[in-house]
């Protein structure tokens, strides 16, 4: 039988409230609020604290605080790779992220879902899925990325943006919903 993590990572309705879950999600709440805290020019500790929340990066992230997130575990992050204030991402379920991406502040990224019946979600279960952020990507300021999004390689999304559907390569994308304003000519 699976466990709620292995529910969890394969897009199943799971229950958030696993004591794995719970202990998992903890540490990394605990991780972000000592990250969010540590004094700005403290760059050699930032450094570790961010490689321990987040442990699968590349080279050279930056990240200004304060930064939320679920769990770290679940995000994959390319090389030069920054994000402004007040980011969050909610990792239930992979956060892919690839090299030379931007990102405005209070820009938010969702896997997790809830149920449409009202039933299945006052059970307390979610389920979720991934978010994949192609290579040189830049996301303005405010905008939300939904569950099961693809942003293309060489996309900027326009702030305030709601991203709902997968955007292709090369676009300008801008709105709520987001849609694809004009190709960008590389």
């Known amino acids: ?33 000592e990250y969010n805290q540590c004094p700005a020019l403290d760059y050699e500790k930032k450094a570790a604290l961010l490689k321990a929340l987040i442990p699968r990066q590349g080279k050279s992230l930056y990240i200004e605080g304060p930064f939320f997130c679920d769990y770290g575990i679940n995000i994959v992050i390319g090389d030069n790779v920054f994000f402004n204030f007040n980011c969050t991402i909610l990792d239930t379920m992979l956060v892919t992220i690839g090299d030379h991406c931007m990102f405005g502040p209070a820009v938010q990224i969702y896997t997790p879902l809830h149920p449409m019946k009202a039933a299945e979600r006052n059970s307390g279960r979610e389920y979720a899925q991934p978010v ?3 290579n040189n990507v830049w996301v303005g300021g405010n905008a939300t990325i939904l569950p099961g999004v693809h942003i293309g390689d060489n996309c900027v999304i326009g702030a305030g943006s709601v991203v709902t559907r997968s955007i292709p390569a090369n676009s300008f994308a801008a709105g709520n919903p987001a849609r694809v304003i004009k190709v960008i000519d590389q």
Do not use: F, N, W
């Not at 897009?11 to 696993?18: A, F, K, R, V």
């Not at 540490?27 to 609020?33: I, L, M, S, V």
């Open 132 to 134: 994949v952020i192609g």
């Open 1 to 33: 039988m699976a466990t709620e993590k292995e529910k969890m990572l394969a897009g199943e309705l799971y229950l958030p409230s696993d004591p794995e879950l719970r202990a998992l999600s903890d540490q990394a709440h605990r991780r972000c609020q």
